[in-house]
T-cell receptor
């Protein structure tokens, strides 16, 4: 199993550009989520999904869109990038909705917005 | 408002020393998890605690969940350079709510 994969690993954008961060998992997990990690801020939840066709907002959803058309994929879209979105983005998945289940993280995408 | 407060924020110790890091909240959590993150990688789960007063051991690491389920601690005995990393606690207010993370404790163990 590849686990949770993320692409790209690094990305530089100009202000106002759009892009999609890809996330895929091959563990048949129902629950997937996106976090951003900034220095001294820990991990903050952006959006999450409890299954295909179902998404919900986390703590910091503004400026980001998600969709979940399949169990495997959970892309994160930046519609108009801003310097404040410079961060490291992590995708995670876990089996079922219960929070005590192990959450598996991808290797991250380091995004810089100029 | 940070639901989970971790302390200390930074810790630098010599190999062989013992240390404890803390994760505190004013809220009750149904479960708490500890993750370790190394540079350039995603966090990896170390342990999950779900019962107040629970103690779990993982080799030289001892995890405790407070009786009131509002706090947790991680104790490392005889730290080694391989223990270096960012330690994150994460909790959920109820069984199916998203995890919230603390800001982490960055540990450096010097040989």
């Amino acid at each position: 199993n590849a686990g949770v994969t993320q692409t790209p690993k690094f990305q530089v954008l100009k202000t106002g550009q759009s892009m999609t961060l890809q996330c895929a998992q091959d563990m048949n997990h129902e629950y997937m989520s996106w976090y951003r990690q900034d220095p001294g801020m820990g991990l903050r939840l952006i959006h999450y999904s409890v299954g295909a066709g179902i998404t919900d907002q986390g703590e910091v959803p503004n400026g980001y869109n998600v969709s979940r058309s399949t169990t495997e994929d959970f892309p994160l879209r930046l519609l108009s990038a801003a310097p404040s979105q410079t961060s490291v983005y992590f995708c995670a998945s876990r089996e079922g909705a219960y929070s005590y289940n192990e959450q598996f993280f991808g290797p991250g995408t380091r995004l810089t917005v100029l | 408002t940070q639901l989970l407060e971790q302390s200390p924020q930074f810790l630098s110790i010599q190999e062989g020393e013992n240390l404890t890091v803390y994760c505190n909240s004013s809220s009750v959590f149904s479960s708490l998890q500890w993750y370790r993150q190394e540079p350039g990688e995603g966090p990896v789960l170390l342990v999950t605690v779900v019962t107040g007063g629970e103690v779990k051991k993982l080799k030289r690491l001892t995890f405790q969940f407070g009786d009131a389920r509002k706090d947790s601690s991680l104790h490392i005995t005889a730290a080694q350079p391989g223990d270096t990393g960012l330690y994150l606690c994460a909790g959920a207010r109820s069984g199916n709510t998203p995890l919230v993370f603390g800001k982490g404790t960055r540990l450096s163990v010097i040989a």
